[in-house]
Every structure is written in C-alpha cells, then in structure tokens.
C-alpha cells in the first residue's frame, strides 16, 4: 500500500495498527487533550503521547447524561468515545486549562473511567516572561510525576532527543503544506487534513518514516486543476474531514489551515537554546496562539494575512464550533480584520457530529459563486 493511502486508512478509528503494536510491546499510551500539553516530555519517557480526538463519535448519549447538550460538541464527543470503552488503551491522561467545557470533560473522564494517571497542567493565558517561568514549573512538575509514577528518568539528553524527533514531525508537515502552495496542489485539503491529524496517533518515529514517503509519492503526482477557489479553513477541532470532504465536492479546493490540529499545533518548533525544559515552555508560548490567549488577536491577524498570501487563497471558511465560547467569540474581531484585509469569509456554525449537510452545500455553493463573481 502506498504512504498516502496508509495514512488516510490510519486516521479512521481511534486505534491503529501502530498503536496495537506498541502495546503488543508492553509500552504506554498516555493521551492528552490539547497542543499546549508538550508531546516531547511524554516521548522523552518512552510513553507514546496520543491526541485525543472524537473521530468515529456518531451519537453522545451517554455524555449526555453527564455534560448539558448545550456545551461543545466535540469535548462531549470525546468524552462518549472514553465511556465506551474507545480509549480502553490509554495508561493515562494530561489536561489543562484550555477551556472550561474541555476541563468539565476531563474531569467526568477520570472519575467515570478507569484510568491510572491522570496529571492537570496550568498553563499561562500570557506569554511574558513570569508566565513563561509560570509554565517552566509546571512542565518540571508534570515530569516529576510522569517519573513518579511510571518508574521512568527523564534525562535532558532524553528531552533533547525528543525535541528532535518532533521537531522532524513538523518539518515534514511544513514540507507537505509547500506541495498545496502549488497553484494545482497534488493533494486535497480532505487528504492532508487525515495525514496531518493522524501525527497524534501514531508512534513519531514510525509516522515521520511514513510521512516522508508519502510526501515524495504526492510530489509526484500531477495536479488538481478541476477547482473553483483556494480556500483557507480556521477552527479549534478540525480534526474530521467530514466537512472538507463536503466543501471540495463543490469545487472549493482547501489548501491551508488555521486550527489546532494542522497549522498551530507544528508551524513553528521548538528552538532548543539552553536547558530542555525552558526552551519547551518559550516554544510552546511564543508560537501563534489560539484564541484562549488574549492579547494575541493582532499576531492572529498577522498569521491569517501571511498564511493567506503565501497560499493565494481565495476566501476563508470559518467552521465555528456551537458553543464554543473562546473560537465564537473570535467571530466579531475575524470578520472586522477580514474585510479590511478584502478577504472574503463564511462562517459556519456546525456541530461535531457530521449534520446539516443541505444547507452547508447550498451555503458553500454561494460562497463559491460570489468568489468567482468577484474574479469578473
């Protein structure tokens, strides 16, 4: 089978068949819930570091009976996969502050499945130098009780190793977003969102091998050229390309992102510079950021114009979670900075769950139409 087509098989559960050979080995798994939680210090402990993800939730019957209906989605959906049995081979789970409806999940996740470590990381809504040390300690602590209680060291030769390893992870995916800057790009959004967001599932040694042969085969394939605009998807968890699939049906070919599972969670790396543990903390907090940063509105809109420069985009679909409070509220700011910037935007409001679908294709459709309009 061929890389590309290996990995798009990968991203359809929430195992794998790398996933079950490491715990045929007796390895652990210890999943975590967003990109602030560093994937180097679990890998540096030989514990492969999983990204929870709802890929495969099709009803939230039981999260129902434990989160209101009327919080994300995506967090209830996570949390139905854990109740039954989905993550039954995780040996742990990271959290964090990200947003109160992923803490909730968090929370009913430990105390209504059977999980051995848990660890609850605070990280800064700053990037200042006192939240940088803020974020410092509480890496040391988590490493401490990753040492703790799996009986593992973790060295500063591990830690620099891993930093290696990961930074290599996004040096692939930076070279496979290049091949979408092409002006008839070998791949389709829906195909490079399933390779990007397979990375957090897979062991990283295994997936950069993968990766790299995937990306030599896609090099060479010829281009699409049957599109009618470049697009630009922004959005917390798009890690489903349930969605994009629908949208490039329609003619509109997604060529970049900006998202927590593709362009925000590997654009930059992580610059080693001193001590391990501090180049991680100014890494992680001197990246682009989220909306859970405030304060970092105008380097959003910086990253948003660059973005959509350096892939010729033709117009940016906004796919706003229901209920999320952090990415809803990004909505006044995002349409004001767009149309100074004369790019055009649609917002989608969605759930997690795949719904909707006539009138996300008739909205798309008169997107499409009033981007081509526009080229006249």
Excluded at 273 to 285: H, K, M, Q, V, W
Aim: glycine share 6%; proline share 3%.
């Amino acid at each position: 089978m061929k890389a590309p087509e290996e990995l798009g098989k990968l991203v359809r559960s929430t195992s794998n068949s790398y996933l079950d050979d490491w715990k045929k080995q007796g390895k652990l798994v210890v999943g975590y819930v967003c990109s602030y939680i560093p994937e180097e210090i679990l890998h540096s402990a030989g514990i492969f570091p999983y990204r929870i993800g709802a890929r495969g939730c099709k009803e939230t019957t039981l999260a129902d009976s434990v989160m209101a209906p009327i919080t994300c989605s995506f967090a209830r959906c996570c949390l139905e996969l854990a109740l039954k049995g989905e993550y039954g081979f995780l040996d742990g789970l990271v959290s964090m502050n990200g947003c109160e409806t992923m803490r909730r999940m968090c929370d009913n996740w430990v105390h209504k499945v059977d999980t051995r470590f848990s660890h609850f990381i605070s990280v800064p809504h700053k990037s200042d130098e006192d939240a940088i040390e803020w974020y410092k300690e509480e890496l040391y602590m988590f490493k401490d009780s990753l040492e703790k209680f799996f009986s593992v060291t973790i060295t500063n030769e591990n830690l620099r190793d891993s930093v290696q390893v990961c930074n290599e992870t996004r040096h692939l995916l930076k070279r496979l977003y290049e091949l979408r800057r092409r002006r008839n790009p070998p791949l389709s959004g829906a195909e490079a969102q399933d390779i990007t967001v397979i990375a957090n599932a897979t062991p990283k040694e295994e997936y950069n091998k993968l990766l790299e042969r995937a990306i030599d085969e896609i090099a060479s394939r010829e281009g699409i050229t049957d599109y009618r605009a470049r697009l630009m998807t922004i959005g917390n968890v798009l890690d489903d390309s349930s969605y994009t699939r629908i949208i490039e049906e329609l003619g509109g070919l997604i060529v970049t992102d900006i998202s927590c599972f593709g362009t925000l969670s590997f654009w930059e790396p992580v610059r080693l510079t001193g001590e391990p543990l501090d180049s991680i903390a100014r890494s992680y907090l001197n990246r682009i950021h989220c909306p859970r940063m405030p304060g970092e509105q105008m380097a959003r809109r910086n990253y948003i114009k660059e973005m959509a420069e350096a892939f010729k985009v033709d117009g940016i679909i906004f796919e706003r979670m229901l209920y999320c409070n952090l990415w809803g509220g990004e909505t006044m700011s995002l349409e004001k900075d767009l149309q100074e910037l004369n790019i055009p935007l649609l917002i989608l409001d969605k759930e997690y769950i795949t719904s909707g679908v006539g009138q996300l294709r008739t909205r798309v459709q008169a997107f499409l139409e009033m981007i081509e309009r526009g080229r006249k």
